[in-house]
């Protein structure tokens, strides 16, 4: 009896972590790829902000600026969707270790 309800969570929960699986693998290939593309849009805001204080003397555009690189640079937005990445990794590892381990 324990064994058959055992395999019946095993078929419930083998397309839930090949989705989770599938999710994870995608969105870190699109993090990464986007890592990139935020990272030369992180350099040019910076540059941009440094020139805004530069040439015009304004703190309050030079700070808005820097912070969207910041945002844009691979320690803001792409670390956080790492993290969250990494959440949803764990979560996939605690059902194939409850349920098949």
Do not use: D, N
Request: charged share 10%; hydrophobic share 70%.
């Amino acid at each position: 009896m324990i064994f058959l309800l055992r395999f019946m969570l095993k078929l419930l929960f083998a397309p839930v972590s090949l989705v989770l699986a599938l999710f994870v693998w995608f969105f870190t290939w699109l993090v990464c790829v986007s890592s990139v593309v935020l990272g030369l849009a992180s350099a040019v805001l910076s540059l941009l902000a440094l020139a805004i204080l530069l040439l015009s003397a304004s703190v309050e555009g030079f700070i808005i600026y820097l912070v969207l690189a910041f945002l844009a640079s691979p320690f803001g937005l792409p670390a956080a969707a790492l993290w969250l990445l990494g959440r949803v990794q764990g979560v996939r590892y605690f059902i194939k270790e409850r349920i098949y381990g």
